[in-house]
DNA sequence: CTCGGGTGAGACAATCTTGTATCGTTCGAG
DNA sequence: CTCGAACGATACAAGATTGTCTCACCCGAG
C-alpha cells in the first residue's frame, strides 16, 4: 500500500509536468493501478483538491514558524525568513501545478485557503517593511508573488536539467533578496575604482 | 474574421487560465465557434502548436535588439536590458502557458526554438556579467530563469486582480536587479546611521 | 493454516472530446 | 445586385476518459 502522502505528491509531480494527466497516467506515474487511485478518491476531481488540500497543508506548516510577536527584531526576521525560503522550497511544484488548474481554482475551499494563507505571508512581509529588511517601496502582494515566481522558476530549472537541485536554495535567496545586479556599482562612465 | 494573432493570443489567455481546456472553451473563450477554430487548425495539437510557434516568434522579436556586437558598453547593455524585460512582460502568459504544457513540450521543434533562445539571451547577460552590470557569482540559466519567474509572477499577480498592470513594468524590472533587500543596509547589531 | 483487507487486471456503459461534414447566413469585393 | 469566401450552428461517428463493477491474487494477523 501506497503512503497517502506519497501518493498525493506522486499525483503533484505528474501532474507538474502535464496538467491533463488522464487517471491512467497519474497511476502509472505514482507506480499503482488505476483501480487503487479510484478506491482512494473517487472522482478525479476529488484527486485534484485533495493534492490542493495537501498544498495548503504543507505551505501553512511553513508559514507556521512565523510567529509574528517573536520576530520583533530585524535578525529574527531575517532568520524566519530564510527558513520561510528554504521550507517552500519543495512546495514550489505542488502549488505550480494547484494554482493554474482550473479544477481547483474554482474551488471556493481552496480559494479560501490561499487567501488565508496570504493574508498571513503579507502581515510577516509587512513586518519585515516595517523592520526595515525588506523595501518598503515594493507592495506586498508583489513580493510575496515574486518569491513564488523564483521558487517556481528554480524547480523549472532543475526539471530542465539546468540548475543543480543543491544550489537553487542560495539562488533563490540571493535573488530575492539582493536581485542580479551587482552590488558596488560605480556611477556610469566613472573610472574603475 | 478574426485576426491570426489575436485568435492565437486569446487561445494562449483562455489556456493560461486552464490548461486542459477544450476547443469548444478555447473557442467560446476568443468569442468565436468550434467550427472555425477546426477550419483553421485541423487539430487541437495543431492549435497548441500554432501557439507555441507565436510564442517562440514574440520572444524572437524581443530578442532580435539585443545586437550583442553594439552593446559593447555598460550604458548601451542597461538600457538594452531594461528594454528586453518590458518587451518580455507581454510574452509571459504566451510562455507560461506553452512551457507547461506536455503536448508542445514533446515537440522536437519548439525544444529547439527555446534552446537557440536561451542561447541567446545566456550570451546577453553573459556579456553583461563581464560589463559588470549583472552578478558574476550567479549561473547565466539561474538569471534567465529567474526573469521569467518574475515576468510570470507578475502576470499572475494581474490575472488575480492583486497588480495593476500599469505598476508590473517597474516592479519586474527593480525586484529583478535589486531585490527586495533596501539598498542602504547597515551591518546587523549596529547603531542606526 | 485460514481469513480478510488491500491490490492489479480487466470488462462495461456513460460521457466527453475530437475530427468531419453539411446546412443556411452574413458580408464585402467587384 | 451578384457571387463567393468565411462564418455559426448542428449532426454524426470514432476515440478517449471516467466511474463502477467483478474476479483472482498477495500477504500479514490471528
Not at 21 to 39: D, E, F, K, N, P
Not at 88 to 97: D, I, K, R, V, W
Not at 129 to 149: K, M, N, T
Request: proline residues 6%; negative net charge; charged residues 20%.
Amino acid at each position: 500500500m501506497v503512503n497517502e502522502e506519497e501518493l498525493l505528491d506522486g499525483a503533484a509531480r505528474v501532474l507538474a509536468g502535464d496538467h491533463s494527466a488522464s487517471m491512467v497516467q497519474i497511476a502509472a506515474g505514482i507506480g499503482t493501478s488505476r483501480a487503487t487511485l479510484s478506491r482512494r478518491y473517487a472522482t478525479r476531481e476529488a484527486l485534484l483538491k485533495a493534492v490542493a488540500v495537501r498544498a495548503i497543508e504543507v505551505v501553512d506548516g511553513c508559514l507556521a514558524p512565523l510567529d509574528l510577536a517573536q520576530n520583533a527584531d530585524a535578525d529574527a526576521f531575517d532568520t524566519a525568513l530564510e527558513e520561510l525560503v528554504v521550507a517552500l522550497m519543495p512546495a514550489a511544484h505542488l502549488y505550480g501545478f494547484t494554482s493554474r488548474d482550473a479544477t481547483v481554482l474554482a474551488d471556493p475551499a481552496f480559494r479560501a485557503g490561499v487567501d488565508r494563507q496570504d493574508q498571513r505571508a503579507l502581515a510577516f512581509l509587512v513586518l519585515g517593511q516595517r523592520l526595515g529588511r525588506l523595501r518598503a517601496d515594493l507592495p506586498p502582494y508583489w513580493i510575496w508573488y515574486s518569491l513564488w515566481g523564483l521558487l517556481d522558476a528554480a524547480a523549472e530549472g532543475v526539471r530542465d536539467g539546468h540548475l543543480a537541485p543543491r544550489q537553487i536554495g542560495h539562488l533563490v535567496l540571493t535573488s530575492f533578496l539582493s536581485g542580479t545586479r551587482p552590488l558596488a556599482r560605480p556611477p556610469a562612465g566613472a573610472p574603475a575604482p
